[in-house]
Nanobody
Framework: QVQLVESGGGLVQPGGSLRLSCAAS????????MGWYRQAPGKERELVTT???????NHADSVKGRFTISRDNGKNTVHLQMNSLKPEDTAVYFC??????????????WGQGTQVTVSS
């Protein structure tokens, strides 16, 4: 089994920054892909950004130039640096991952979510 634990959410003023982290634990051989999704009240969960094992990234248009995903393969951890935050970024942010576990690609696995609130 694989567990994902997020940290770093909170309340920030518009224009501010937050850094989220997600640590994966379990019988993980390597990261296949990890990323972040978010879900605002009354809306569907949407992709924010992903990063693959070779470092390729993908970002939603709404966060390009403001959010940066990075990874620490040695620690099976990804980080999401969020700058120039806007009220519309307010949501629960979920970590997501697909991993090589005992020779097999398994997932997706989800974290429990962390609240990000952008408000003055």
């Amino acid at each position: 089994q694989v567990q994902l634990v997020e940290s770093g959410g909170g309340l920030v003023q518009p224009g501010g920054s937050l850094r989220l982290s997600c640590a994966a634990s379990g019988s993980i051989s390597s990261i296949y892909v990890m990323g972040w999704y978010r879900q605002a009240p009354g809306k569907e969960r949407e992709l924010v950004t992903t990063i693959t094992s070779d470092g390729s990234t993908n970002h939603a248009d709404s966060v390009k130039g403001r959010f940066t995903i990075s990874r620490d393969n040695g620690k099976n951890t990804v980080h999401l640096q969020m700058n120039s935050l806007k009220p519309e970024d307010t949501a629960v942010y979920f970590c997501n991952g697909i991993f090589r576990v005992m020779g097999r690609v398994m997932g997706p696995y989800w974290g429990q979510g962390t609240q990000v609130t952008v408000s003055s």
